[in-house]
């Protein structure tokens, strides 16, 4: 379908900070116990689409991507890695690969995407209307209530962060205004231009960018050579291109139409010119094709493109891992109502490994999940939970919504709520955490309690 | 023996035609043919008392055990004449053979006898009757067989006799036999046919009475066997004339394209669906009377479509997006879906390299083939599309096998551009020449929806400074109209514009009726977008004359009488609700309950019957809607031999 699919699989997000480290680098931040990048991959190998190339921030990380995902994709993926300078944001990583795109339109999923979305959908949208880029949008995903009683002051003040201001055609196909939360402060600019050429425009706030992207490589291309200070997709490329789709400066839209007339015989040209407005006269015109046109109805004066969206619909599953909290939260609906997208079935409704061995009067509860290999020792309770592999748990141990990673050990009499425990941590009898992250390799000490804290072993 | 099971599994009008073949290898089929002439002197003898005395006598249960023509006494137990004929002929058997010889008619009679008693359908008689059937259809099929003698006995009136006559004498060699059956199965045919149409008249009432109920079959029978006489003097004729037909028959057999799909039947909507691209939705909640038509995909189809977009590799990018386009109704009319459809073509061409170990005229071919089906399942192609499909697949079948691949790519992106510019472009222009001189100075032109030719004449004859004004009538839910009118507006066109329902107000004013066409059948019926059927009627109740314009590209030899057959459905939701009008959907919200007793239709396309329609303007000149035969005809051969 001349499509090339880049997944931008990220670094060390410091955003996730306490739970990604160099070890554990953001695509392979366990998600029930599969690395997220494991989410987007599958999907694109669900689609058929098997030729990708993974950009990921920093040679240690793309070598431990790789080594990753040449051992679970074997041969049915064929992925190519690349590897970009951290901190250049997404823009600056599809600039540095920018020499291996070749098709037509390029797909740029981002790696942190956990989502059921079909990408072919994006595609195809983007493909219909000749677009220059097509975004997907999908509702913001809702917290849910167990999160929104235990979430600290520190979520909160993110929360605006990841509000987008969407403006949308009466169609809802187009993409009018697009605003990301930290512009939201300031006053929100829509244009005199756009709202006069659409008469009409819906703006909403419940819908959330996912970072999958179909772009016109020429366009995407020419915009990212023309304009160094854009870094991120997101907030520099999309908006960019979102303003400008009236006046269109880069705008190739018109160009390959130039290129045939100029390729065929003068004497056809005039036939061609008919062809095309019978085409054109019979199409239904979008809002560009009326804006372009000056009143006479004579050649176009304008050059415009179009910039659509691709609005998910409310039934399917659709979230980005950008925030311990959203981390929390994907653990919690992979595990639960979006299921499906692990391709284990269980009858029950959780997922017990097939090595576990679980002490007397230990419970399960439903919504969990737990690795093979792992042990738990009596009178043990476990809720909306996923334990990673071959742990050790204790008895008396209680784990309410939280994520403990592979290899770690809880003594006896832990209460933990609310947290995330990564890899090889050590919990010594009679610890009480709620609301915390505790970092790779940490020991936290027998007795203590802490509440809303994310502990780390200080790097040295 | 096997043959009569046989024969009773099939339908019965079929039988005489699937047995012929079969029979002549088995030795009981001369047998038969013998039997065959008899039968064919009985009638004269039916008329005789004798042979009604015969009837009801036993003999058809021996005869029926035993032979063929047992079987069919059986049948004639009725009283009536037809079943004295049948009768006598058990009797006479052999002699009549020697005798009966001499009277041509008899053979005919035969099947005359046999197809009256098929046509009575009583239960009891009929099985008696299959044997019967049998009997004469064997000779026919011995007679197909070796059409070469049939001209020798044939030839004269008397060669009749001789035919039985050598039966009798080359009883073993079915060769032999098989020429005068043959005759009969020709007369049969004809009988069979006859007799049908007179059964079409008998009740079924009357066919479970065959037992005892005489009087009933009689009258039926008797009117059936009076037909089958003159057909069989010709009958002979016509056997000479088989052999040629056959060849011809087969050909136009190919001609004819296969059978619509019907979606009300069950089965073949099962074996589309495991095919198909797209999941067919079930046709429900639509009317009955349109439910052989595909229903409308939209809706339903397009999430569906959108999210296999990396599956469809063999669909080339540019045929999925024109198949998108008509899914999602982007692009409508006919010109332009034609040429969008080429040009993606077009570009698969191009783009198209013929897979190792496969040819290119092959492989190319089913490529297009499944370009087309992918099309159709987004939305019915128009008959126009068709015609175009059918060029390029006769052009890729007829391409030299000597060109090198890249040559033959080239070749068939300039055909198709050919193909554009000439039935289209070129034809748009000359039709927009013709019709323009059909405007004059003062008229006022009411034209229906938006045709892109009729537009393009509106615009040269303005351009062409002729003082005139224009009629645009629209209908919901399409509102082509509008798109036309804003169109001519900018051009400074004086414009009108109403809704169909305010038709016959308007036509007052009215001087000229320009129309488009989706399609022009062969009897003249115009195929086009629903409603012009009624602006149609209503100018020729207005004597306003009627003028439409259509490219030849678009004309097809179907014939088509009224817009049921063959119809498109489009989007139910779109005629229940209004858009932009909340205050009048009071079709929302309705209970599930309400909705089963609730049935939209929406049709696309209605059929205009040429008895409204003044003139058509084609690239050809312009045509009393009669001449559409000569044009299909004329222009076919050209367009396939382009």
Known sequence: MDFQVVVLAGGTSKNLTPLVSKEVPKPLLPVANRPVLYYVLHQLEQSNLKDLIVVVEGKDAALLVGGWISGTFVDRLHVEIAAVPEDIGSAGAIRAISHHLTANDILVVSGDLVSDVPPGAVAANHRRHDAVVTAMLCSVPISGPSESGSSGGKDKTKKPGRYNIIGLDPGKQFLLHIATGAEIEKDTRLQKRILRAVGEMEIRSDLMDAHMYAFKRSVLQEVLDRKDTLQSLKQDVLPYLVRSQLKSEALLNRIPRAEENGNEKVSSQNNQVMVSQILANASTPSFHDLCSVSHDGSAPIRKTHKCCAYIASSSSYCARLNSIQAFMDINRDVTGEADHLLSSISDHNNIVGPSTKLGTKTTVGPHCMLGEGSEMGDKCQVKRSVIGRHCRIGSHVKVVNSVVMNHVTIGDGCIIQGSVICSNVQLQERVVLKDCQVGAGFVVTAGSEYKGESLARKEK | ?642
Not at chain 2, 267 to 290: H, P, Y
Not at chain 2, 501 to 506: E, H, M, V
Not at chain 2, 601 to 616: E, F, G, V
């Open chain 2, 1 to 642: 023996m096997d043959a009569r099971r046989v024969t009773r599994a099939v339908p019965r009008v079929r039988q005489v035609g699937f047995f012929t073949p079969n029979a002549p290898p088995e030795q009981p089929g001369p047998v038969r043919s013998q039997s065959g002439p008899p039968n064919s002197n009985s009638p004269p003898l039916s008329g005789s008392p004798a042979s009604n005395s015969l009837s009801p006598v036993m003999i058809p249960p021996p005869r029926h055990l035993s032979d063929n023509l047992g079987a069919r006494t059986g049948a004639v137990p009725v009283p009536g004449r037809a079943n004295a004929g049948d009768h006598a002929t058990v009797g006479s058997y052999n002699p009549a053979d020697s005798v009966l010889g001499l009277e041509s008619p008899p053979p005919t009679r035969i099947g005359d006898g046999e197809s009256s008693e098929e046509t009575e359908s009583s239960l009891g008689w009929y099985r008696r009757n299959n044997p019967a059937k049998f009997a004469s259809s064997f000779p026919g099929g011995g007679f197909d067989l070796s059409p070469v003698k049939q001209p020798e006995i044939v030839s004269g009136v008397e060669a009749k006799n001789q035919p039985p006559e050598k039966n009798e004498v080359q009883k073993g060699q079915a060769s032999s036999s098989k020429p005068s059956k043959a005759k009969t199965t020709k007369a049969e045919r004809r009988a069979l046919q006859e007799s049908q149409r007179a059964a079409k008249a008998a009740s079924k009432a009357e066919a479970n009475k065959s037992g005892g109920g005489a009087a009933s079959s009689k009258t039926v029978k008797q009117p059936s066997q009076k037909k089958d006489a003159p057909p069989v003097a010709s009958s002979v004729a016509t056997s000479e004339r088989i052999g040629v037909d056959r060849p011809a028959e087969k050909e136009r057999k190919k001609d004819v394209p296969p059978p619509r799909m019907q979606f009300d039947d069950e089965s073949r909507v099962g074996k589309a669906k495991r095919r198909s691209v797209l999941n067919q939705t079930e046709a429900r909640n639509s009317i009955e009377l349109f439910r052989h038509l595909p229903p409308h995909k939209n809706g339903t189809q397009l999430p569906y479509l959108e999210s296999k977009f990396f599956e469809l590799h063999d669909k080339h990018p540019a045929v999925y997006k024109v198949g998108l386009q008509y899914l999602t109704g982007d692009l409508s009319g006919g010109n332009a879906r034609c040429i969008a459809m080429l040009q993606a073509f077009q570009e698969a061409i191009r783009d198209y390299s013929t897979p190792p170990e496969k040819t290119l005229i092959r492989d190319l071919t089913s490529k297009i083939g499944g370009f087309v089906s992918f099309l159709i399942e987004c939305r019915p192609l128009s008959m126009s599309m068709g015609n175009a499909i059918r060029f390029l697949k006769s052009r890729i079948a007829k391409l030299p096998p000597i060109l090198s691949e890249s040559e033959a790519k080239a070749a068939l992106c300039s055909d198709i551009d050919r193909f554009i510019n000439e039935k289209i472009v070129l034809a748009d222009k000359v039709i927009v020449r013709h019709a323009a001189t059909k405007i004059r100075d003062g008229d006022v032109l009411l034209t229906y929806g938006s045709s892109c030719v009729v537009e393009m004449i509106l615009l040269y004859a303005h351009e062409l400074g002729k003082q005139f004004r224009v009629v645009v009538v629209d209908s919901r839910p399409m509102l082509e109209g509008k798109k036309l009118l804003r169109r001519l507006v900018a051009k400074g066109l004086s414009c009108t514009y109403t809704h169909l329902n305010a038709i016959s107000y308007i036509m007052h004013e009215v001087t000229r009726v320009l129309l488009g066409a989706s399609s022009i059948l062969s009897n003249g019926t115009v195929y086009s977008r629903v409603g012009t059927a009624s602006v149609a009627m209503v100018a020729y109740a207005y004597r306003v004359p009627v003028l439409i314009c259509c490219e030849a590209y678009k004309f097809h030899e179907r014939v088509q009488l009224d817009s049921i057959c063959f119809n498109e459905l489009g989007d139910p939701d779109a005629i229940a609700k209004v858009p932009g009008r909340v205050d009048v959907n009071y079709l929302d919200n309705l209970s599930d309950k309400q909705k089963e007793n609730l049935k939209l239709l929406n049709l696309k396309y209605d059929a205009t019957p040429s008895d409204y329609i003044s003139m058509i303007v084609t690239d050809y000149g312009m045509i009393p809607p009669t001449s559409v035969p000569v044009i299909v005809r004329e222009y076919r051969k050209e367009y396939l031999l382009i």
